[in-house]
């Protein structure tokens, strides 16, 4: 547990953003005018912005877009799979073999922080 009197900067690096979304969980039912509270506020302001720095979504298609995701968390194909459950899966989407269902839009929304209509998006499979 953070100490409650934590001094929070900008938030730079994945490991501080982790420590400011820990400490957000612990205080995120504070009473309003508490120090708690004026800390969750200050907390979902900087973790909304280091969230939207982060994880701008440039303009590829959504595989592409999967595929970036993956090299920024330092993600291999066997990580999805143990997100999705079916490595052959993968590999069939990641090679423009086979369509993404909507359960891996779901997945892969929640767990590379991609806008769930960003992977709806159509793209052309390779034969």
Do not use: C
């Amino acid at each position: 547990m953070l100490n409650s009197h934590h001094q929070w900067f900008l938030i730079e690096t994945e490991r501080e953003y982790r420590k400011a979304m820990q400490r957000y969980e612990e205080v995120k039912y504070a009473k309003k005018g508490t120090k708690d509270h004026k800390e969750k506020l200050l907390l979902a302001k900087l973790i909304s912005e280091y969230e939207e720095k982060k994880w701008e979504v440039p303009e590829v298609d959504p595989i592409q877009l999967i595929i970036t995701r993956m090299e920024e968390f330092g993600y291999k194909p066997v990580d999805l799979a143990r997100f999705y459950g079916d490595k052959g899966t993968i590999s069939k989407v990641l090679r423009y073999k086979q369509p993404l269902s909507l359960n891996m839009i779901r997945i892969f929304s929640k767990e590379l922080r991609i806008p769930a209509d960003e992977l709806i998006e159509e793209y052309a499979l390779h034969p």
